[in-house]
């Protein structure tokens, strides 16, 4: 039945399709939000941006053991199905990552505005992503299905992590907020040793690290100047990826090294790319 539900969305398959299809599975890739994330972190709230970040993060952790655990093999070269554009699905098949991945952001950015234009613009984008999966051939029905409802789970877990710490006016002390930085993600590792989590749970000690020194020492602001916004996104996006490639050529490719390299990268997100801003006048702080 999965089968032939794919193999009916394919009788529609023509040369604009596949490229409408394969930009659209690209709004749902890590390289993309890669792009997003910092618009919101350096842009527009800051705060908002790290919990956007941490909840598309924990969702990839959430996504990576449960593909591990299951290992539901791809359609890719199921009998009647044609596959394309499969350097976009790596690993095993289920849950669907870009369901996920584009729930988990839309649903968290959707309860955070609800703002009937945001909405239509998440859901709309959740749905395309999800049927580019089907159209590409690299995915199941269920693997998108399931990657919807457990996105649906992490955004409301995330949530209401969220108003407990802000209602209960949790205050943990400085170093233990460094120190739960460093331990969480690697417990979460040991947990689940798997490649990708190295590199999540890498980038999630970065940011988080970088966050919680700005809030002791320097409390940079995000401002309303359109111009110093491009600018700031030029400057911080390509230092990011230069940051990625530099340490790739450096680094041996390790599991450890790996979770190094985006480690700096998290790091260079949440507080070096804010303190380069401020030195370029681009942004202020609030403690001096």
């Known amino acids: 039945m999965q089968a032939n539900i794919i193999k009916d969305i394919q009788l529609l398959s023509n040369p604009i399709l596949d490229y409408f299809f394969i930009v659209i599975t690209l709004l749902g890739s890590s390289g993309f939000y890669f792009l997003l994330l910092p618009i919101f972190y350096w842009c527009i709230d800051k705060r908002f941006g790290l919990k956007l970040g941490l909840m598309l993060i924990s969702s990839i952790y959430v996504n990576t053991v449960i593909k591990e655990v299951t ?75 399931g990657g919807i409802l457990i996105a649906l789970l992490i955004v409301f877990v995330g949530e209401l992590t969220d108003s407990i710490i802000i209602e209960g006016k949790i205050d943990i002390p400085f170093r233990y907020k460094i120190l739960l930085s460093l331990l969480i993600p690697i417990i979460l590792i040991i947990l689940f040793p798997y490649k990708d989590n190295f590199e999540y749970m890498g980038i999630m000690s970065g940011v988080l690290l970088g966050y919680f020194i700005d809030q002791k020492y320097f409390g940079f602001t995000v401002e309303n100047i359109l111009t110093n916004h491009f600018i700031k996104l030029i400057i911080g996006i390509v230092i990011f990826f230069s940051l990625q490639t530099g340490l790739k050529l450096i680094f041996p490719y390790t599991n450890i090294f790996n979770m190094i390299r985006y480690g700096a990268s998290g790091l260079w997100l949440s507080l070096g790319a804010p303190w380069v801003f401020y030195k370029l006048k681009l942004c202020s702080k609030t403690i001096n």
């Open 71 to 145: 290992m539901i093999a791809r359609p890719i070269g199921y009998p009647g199905i044609r596959s394309i554009f499969t350097q976009s699905a790596g690993g095993y098949s289920f849950p669907s990552g870009h369901a996920q991945g584009s729930a988990t952001l839309w649903g968290t950015i959707m309860v955070h505005y609800k703002n009937k234009t945001i909405n239509i613009i998440g859901i709309t984008l959740v749905l395309l992503i999800s049927l580019s999966r089907l159209y590409l051939g690299v995915h199941w029905p269920m693997d998108i299905v």
